[in-house]
């Protein structure tokens, strides 16, 4: 497993992240440093533990479906950027809860690291190294987190919704890369 795919991988899992710190800093548009670290390890903890987690789920039934794993992973990673961008269209980015409280943190985390999850599922079939890959998707989304609190306390709720379809898009490309090299160049 090449890092820079992990790498590119953990971006397009942050978009989520980043949606929904875009739309904190314009809700909170006085939030300090202090408080922006607070919600980004949140969110940067649940988005490194769901691959663990789907990963180990995988791991249990990958011994049956060895010879469909790249389809596996094709359809997991495009599905998941298929729905990505119909989410992007369909709902609010803007929250009106305060994500200074705990609660409201963890319940973004949780709905921003889904995707982890089934991505964490892929990599059992693919052979990822676990370890690794969850330390890069928590570091970017931990820095992807801190951007988007700075960018939505400067620029407002915009481009949020973009960058959740820039997102799926990056997913459905690693879908379709890994279903063609392990169909075309096998």
Do not use: C
């Amino acid at each position: 497993m090449h890092i820079l795919t992990i790498i590119v991988i953990a971006i397009g899992l942050s978009f989520d992240t980043f949606a929904v710190s875009v739309s904190s800093g314009v809700i909170l548009p006085k939030i300090t440093f202090y408080e922006g670290i607070r919600i980004a390890i949140v969110l940067a903890i649940f988005q490194a533990l769901m691959p663990l987690i789907g990963w180990g789920m995988g791991k249990g039934i990958v011994t049956y479906a060895k010879n469909l794993d790249h389809w596996i992973a094709f359809v997991l990673l495009s599905g998941l950027g298929v729905k990505m961008i119909y989410e992007s269209f369909s709902k609010d980015v803007a929250e009106k809860l305060n994500p200074l409280q705990m609660k409201v943190r963890v319940g973004m985390a949780i709905a921003t690291s889904i995707d982890a999850l089934i991505v964490g599922f892929s990599f059992a079939f693919l052979e990822y190294r676990i370890i690794m890959s969850t330390f890069i998707i928590g570091s970017v989304t931990f820095l992807v987190s801190m951007l988007g609190l700075l960018f939505g306390k400067k620029v407002g709720e915009r481009l949020g919704k973009r960058m959740e379809i820039i997102g799926g898009i990056i997913l459905i490309a690693i879908g379709l890369k890994i279903l063609i090299e392990h169909t075309l160049f096998a």
